[in-house]
């Protein structure tokens, strides 16, 4: 039967076992029983194995650079419980036939694995056999698959409403120079928040532009909001907006001038209720806390005070002189008081933020999960969620990091207050720990602060900070920060330029091989997380040009990024905010466009989006990932190898 546009629905066509398992599974015949044995353990047993059993290999090697059987390889030692499901399916060449089905009683799994051009009209005149659905379903549940959807009804099988109808014609680039894989946040302040210099920043690389509420109005930050929003639009870019809310930090409140330097052996008054020449700090719930002999480090460490007597205010001498300005953050090391983290401050914070809905919230100073458990809590209250990165500055934080990774969206190593709160020393292996923590999680993480910090007033960055910039990437950050290089620098275009030349250049070199494999034991056991690794696994050895991730939510296009492909990943949604929350991944080139309905859309789409952002051109191979074929809605379980005409 065909739809009004002429196209039948996916495998309505195809007879026998595969129609019975779209519908009735009660009439798929049944494994034999010694086969059911060899094959399906309980999850927990595959998991257990996985880590306690060397993994077979990952690929045969006897395969060429043959699609379809590399597809087959990849696809099949990955789903290393349905192993023998494949074997025997296949024929002794080890290609597979179509129309392959096995369903097992419940609760066991059903398999299917099929070469589907011909039921989807995909690559008939060639023949090429370099399409594969993978799906695995609970054989009792019809609904299976339909819940915790990654995809859901992203494609639906409906038919082609028209190709070309969902193509944003803006020019969205990759940005920077090259295809850049590593993200570019760049804070935005008084050096930057106007319409040219953002422009340049975007043209230049800027992925996510940081507003700090720690400096500035919040009627600046809506402006700069606005701003950003309206070159993105113009420039036809997906820029992301994060918005970093100070946390219970002790920082200078009040100076008599908005900077004082700070001599050898000056005394000091700090207050929290200044007069005259005293220096005010705030919350003044830090002042009890602390002790005559303590240390007090202010600009991130870059002034060191002794206190000398403590009473109402403190006291204190200047050990190492400086300059300090208004909002500096203060540093006692070890003193901390006991203050809840929700506060006035950070109410009315958070309630700006849901007006703005941005496209992500740094917290700062986060202590616990339970401090980012009370944040989500305060913004679902006013209806919005909104990925929240915890920013690790902290000795608690660092104590508590597993618990905080859980409970984030993502991490933020900011180094400014962390290399005050630790001894400085313990920062570079503190942020090689973190990063990994967080690859292996799959949860975006963020190298931050003095990055390219000699480009506050230089035009070159120092050897080391080009090495520094360099080593995040190796050790797999998502995301590069720029502070005050972009916040306050004599050229914050110009520093977000370097990063991107610096991040190209580092990727360019990066063992891909090795850190797949690495991450093999790393990504999701299901089906999904066993498509887009193999799609990074395709990608590297057919030395594709890119991977297409069709997602509705984002999932499958981080879950690609997590497995760190040699290439850029072309994540086509029809979600402009999911788009920008993108931003933070390794790789994503997010692309906005309309729901897709058949499977010859999805792929003309594909190579059409990937070709107008220059990532392809002739003789090329596309790997692409999709879900919700096969009448099973909700992941990704679609993997085809795409040659480029
Ligand atoms: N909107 C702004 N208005 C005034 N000064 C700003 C603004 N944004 C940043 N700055 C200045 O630029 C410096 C770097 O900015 P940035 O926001 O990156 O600092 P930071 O170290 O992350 O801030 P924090 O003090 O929250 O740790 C700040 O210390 C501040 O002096
Ligand atoms: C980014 C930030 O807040 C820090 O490095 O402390």
Redesign the pocket.
């Known amino acids: 039967m065909h739809d009004a546009q002429g196209y039948r629905p996916a495998c309505e066509h195809r007879s026998g076992p595969f129609r019975a398992s779209l519908q009735k599974t009660s009439q798929v015949p049944y494994a034999s029983s010694s086969l059911l044995q060899q094959l399906f353990h309980p999850r927990q047993s595959e998991t257990q194995n996985r880590q306690h059993q060397p993994q077979p290999p990952l690929m045969l090697q006897s395969c060429a650079r043959d699609p379809e059987r590399q597809i087959y390889s990849a696809v099949k030692n990955r789903l290393s419980l349905q192993r023998q499901v494949f074997s025997h399916s296949s024929t002794p060449d080890g290609r597979l036939q179509e129309g392959d089905l096995h369903a097992l009683p419940d609760p066991w799994i059903m398999v299917i694995i099929a070469g589907f051009y011909s039921a989807l009209h995909v690559d008939k005149k060639s023949k090429e056999r370099n399409v594969f659905f993978v799906d695995l379903t609970r054989v009792t549940d019809p609904q299976a698959g339909s819940h915790g959807s990654t995809d859901s009804n992203y494609i639906e099988r409906r038919g082609c409403t028209g190709m070309m109808s969902g193509i944003h014609t803006g020019t969205d680039t990759p940005s920077g120079p090259g295809v850049r894989l590593t993200r570019i946040i760049a ?1 935005i ?2 050096a930057s ?1 106007d319409i040219e210099t953002i422009s340049n920043m975007i043209r230049a690389g800027m992925d996510i532009a ?1 507003l ?1 509420l ?3 109005s919040l009627e ?1 930050h809506q402006a700069t909001m606005t701003m950003i929003r309206h070159v993105a639009r113009d420039l036809g870019r997906q820029v992301a907006v994060m918005i ?1 809310i ?1 946390g219970p ?1 002790l ?1 200078v409140r009040s100076l008599p001038e908005s900077d004082r330097d700070l001599s050898l052996h000056e005394k000091v008054i700090l207050s929290a209720d200044p007069h005259n020449d005293e220096i005010g700090i705030g919350p003044a719930d830090y002042i009890p806390v602390v002790c005559e002999g303590d240390a007090i480090l202010l600009a ?1 460490g870059a002034v060191l005070l002794r206190v000398t007597c403590v009473g109402e205010n403190i006291c204190a001498e200047v050990v190492s002189g400086g300059s300090i ?1 208004m ?3 203060v540093v006692i090391p070890g003193r901390r008081p006991d203050i809840p983290y929700a506060n006035d401050e950070l109410v009315k914070n958070l309630s700006f933020a849901a007006e703005l809905n941005p496209d992500f919230v740094a917290l ?1 100073f986060v202590g616990s999960a339970g401090d980012i458990i009370v944040v989500r809590s305060i913004l679902s209250e006013k209806q919005v969620q909104i990925p929240l990165i915890a920013k690790i500055e902290t000795k608690n934080a660092v104590d508590l990091f597993d618990e905080i990774l859980a409970a984030a969206d993502g991490i933020m190593v ?1 180094r ?2 962390l290399g005050v709160e630790l001894p400085i020393a313990c920062v570079p292996y503190v942020q090689k720990e973190i990063i990994r923590s967080c690859n292996k999680a799959g949860k975006p993480v963020i190298t ?2 003095e990055m390219l910090e000699s480009m506050v007033e230089h035009g070159r960055p120092t050897r080391a900070e080009v090495a520094d910039v360099a080593n995040a990437i190796a050790d797999g950050t998502d995301a590069t920060m720029l ?2 290089e972009t ?2 620098g004599k050229d914050p275009a110009r520093a977000v330029r370097m990063m991107a030349e610096i991040a190209c250049e580092t990727e360019r070199h990066l063992p891909y091989h090795k850190i797949l494999d690495e991450r093999r034991l790393w990504h999701e056991t299901g089906p999904s997380g066993i498509i887009s690794y193999s799609a990074c696994y395709l990608a590297n050895e057919l030395e594709s040009r890119a991977i297409v991730a069709f997602t509705r939510s984002g999932i499958t296009a981080e879950r690609v990024s997590r497995c760190r492909p040699g290439n850029p990943i072309l994540a086509i949604t029809p979600d402009e905010q999911i788009a920008r929350r993108l931003l933070i991944r390794w790789g994503v080139i997010p692309c906005i466009h309309t729901p897709i309905h058949t499977a010859d859309e999805l792929f003309f789409i594909a190579l059409e989006l990937a070709k107008e952002r220059d990532l392809i051109t002739s003789g090329d191979r596309l790997i692409i990932i999709a879900g919700n074929f096969a009448g099973v809605q909700g992941r990704t379980n679609m993997i085809k190898v795409q040659n480029v005409p």
């Open positions: 804070t302040g008084p928040a940081r700090n720690s400096h500035g600046q970093d100070p930090k920082r991130d300005r909002g500096a953050g700062s900011a400014g207050d931050a602060t502070s005050a916040s306050i």
